[in-house]
């Protein structure tokens, strides 16, 4: 989906890593609510990298840089093209 934007395709992606809902609230955190697990962030970040076709380096592996939809979304803004 070309046009699809940024937030929309992050959704996507989020929805193929947890089978849960995603909080109506973009900036709730998606480990304390539970819908992530350390477990869950290298699938979350493989699967954003193949979506925006980017690389995120091993010293961005940390779950702060993508607690939340408006987190991630600003992380993809900075760093993809």
């Known amino acids: ?13 989020l929805k193929t890593v947890t ?3 995603l909080p109506a ?4 955190s998606l480990f304390e ?3 992530l697990d350390s477990f ?3 699938d979350l970040v493989s699967a954003l990298e193949q979506e925006f076709s980017i690389k995120v380096p091993d010293r ?3 779950p702060r840089k993508f607690d939340s939809v408006a987190r991630i979304d600003t992380y993809l803004e ?3 093209s």
């Open 1 to 13: 989906m070309p046009n699809a934007t940024r937030r929309e395709r992050l959704v996507r992606v």
């Open 19 to 21: 089978t849960q809902p």
């Open 25 to 28: 609230d973009d900036e709730e």
């Open 33 to 35: 609510s539970g819908l």
């Open 40 to 42: 869950a962030l290298p």
């Open 60 to 62: 961005d592996l940390n």
């Open 78 to 80: 900075e760093h993809a």
